[in-house]
């Protein structure tokens, strides 16, 4: 029973829920943005993509930043003031009359008020759900890539009766209203939360390490697994990150699809990325993070190196979805993956950190897809190429964490 002591547990997941949707609008709806800024500001698809890189490499800045506060002044306070910055940063944006005042606003502030705000709802909510981890942050951070799925045609239809300017002021309001409200409900995590009615189990052979474990940033950072763990989620991040840029420019010039059409490729991509992370971070439950880190990484190389043979809409949708939800499926279980590498009770910041891979999967991903693109003439195929390597670098690299993590086990029977 929940009493003044013991917060909702679900209630403040859905508030979270709620404002991650929020961010996701904002930041997976991109590729809609793409030809208006490119129109506005006379500029290239890799120059208006640069936004996008610029702010995924603040957001997990931001959420060190963020993690340490969270864990001093608690969630809500945090959440509150990302809320701030965040709204204001896209109202900001409709003022943008130059690239350097899009990479500031956008990405700069944006990506403040993202990091800020995601730190905590992903690693109090899932301090709350020991015993449902990957379901909860399969949950929590499918808010946030749905966010594109619930603006996709919104943002399409107003884009046919608005300038993009009047949008983003639009949105920008109602991103600090949303916020302010949903943030209300969330309460801090109390520590070693156990949920009444259940038993912490023994750590399994899936999970990333001993439950016991429970480290601060500086034992983490001098952990090889860590490292072993950050290059992982990077390229786990690369193949989704660039088609969420570029899953709009591919629809209309690899399968000339009509406009309506590549507005759907984007609302297919964002319902992918929901869906890949509830259902992988569901199944990791089951069958253990690394497990699904093989099926995902295996899915992803083969479908980067078959889109180099795509050319119909169908097919395209076919990759399109396979690949982002692999991707869906890497932030779904990170999460959980840091917390049963390094402990719970640092989670805040050390899920900060790791998240820079984020980071630099969304800097690789697009300028990759945008340059070669741009260098070979409008053609992706060396792109696809080279992400489709890279996910299998990364299986390889899942099997070598797996195996530290076998030999710690080992170690503490």
């Not at 999460?335 to 891979?357: D, Q």
Request: with cysteine.
């Amino acid at each position: 029973m929940t009493t003044d002591k013991t917060p909702n547990r679900w209630l403040i997941l859905l508030a979270c829920i709620a404002i991650n949707i929020c961010l996701g609008t904002a930041l997976y709806a991109f590729s809609v943005y793409v030809a208006p800024l490119r129109q506005i500001l006379d500029a290239e698809a890799s120059q208006v993509a640069l936004a996008f890189s610029i702010c995924t490499l603040v957001i997990p800045l931001a959420m060190i930043v963020a993690g340490k506060f969270q864990d001093t002044i608690g969630p809500r306070k945090v959440i509150f003031v990302g809320g701030l910055i965040f709204g204001t940063a896209i109202f900001l944006t409709s003022f943008v009359s130059n690239l350097y005042m899009l990479y500031l606003t956008y990405g700069i502030l944006g990506g403040a008020g993202i990091g800020t705000i995601y730190a905590c709802t992903v690693a109090n909510t899932v301090k709350f759900f020991p015993d449902k981890r990957g379901l909860a942050s399969g949950l929590v951070v499918a808010g946030f890539a749905s966010g594109a799925m619930f603006s996709v045609y919104l943002v399409q239809w107003l884009l046919q009766h608005y300038p993009v300017q009047d949008i983003f002021k639009m949105f920008g309001v109602a991103y600090l209203v949303v916020i302010s409200l949903c943030v209300t409900q969330v309460k801090t995590a109390p520590a070693g939360f156990v949920p009444a009615g259940w038993t912490p189990p023994a750590a399994a052979q899936g999970s990333a390490a001993p439950a016991s474990v429970d480290k601060n940033w500086k034992e983490m950072l001098s952990d090889p697994l860590f490292y072993v763990l950050f290059v992982v989620y990077t390229i786990g991040c690369v193949s989704g990150l660039m088609f969420m840029v570029l899953t709009k420019p591919i629809a209309l010039e690899v399968t000339h699809a009509t406009e309506i059409m590549a507005a759907t490729a984007v609302f297919v991509m964002a319902a992918s990325n929901t869906g890949g992370r509830l259902f992988w971070g569901w199944v990791s439950d089951k069958l253990g993070r690394f497990n699904v880190l093989y099926l995902m990484f295996a899915i992803t190389a083969l479908a980067m190196l078959g889109m180099t043979q795509v050319e119909s809409y169908a097919l395209y949708i076919v990759v399109l979805v396979s690949v982002v939800l692999c991707f869906g499926g890497v932030m779904g279980c990170f999460p959980s993956i840091t917390a049963e590498a390094f402990g719970s009770r640092n989670l805040g910041m050390n899920y900060g950190i790791i998240f820079f891979a984020y980071g630099v999967g969304g800097t690789i991903g697009p300028q990759l897809g945008t340059r070669i693109k741009e260098a070979s003439g409008g053609d992706y195929t060396n792109a696809f190429i080279i992400a489709g390597c890279l996910a299998l670098l990364g299986l390889a690299l899942s099997f070598v964490a797996k195996k530290i993590t076998q030999q710690r086990l080992k170690t503490t029977a």
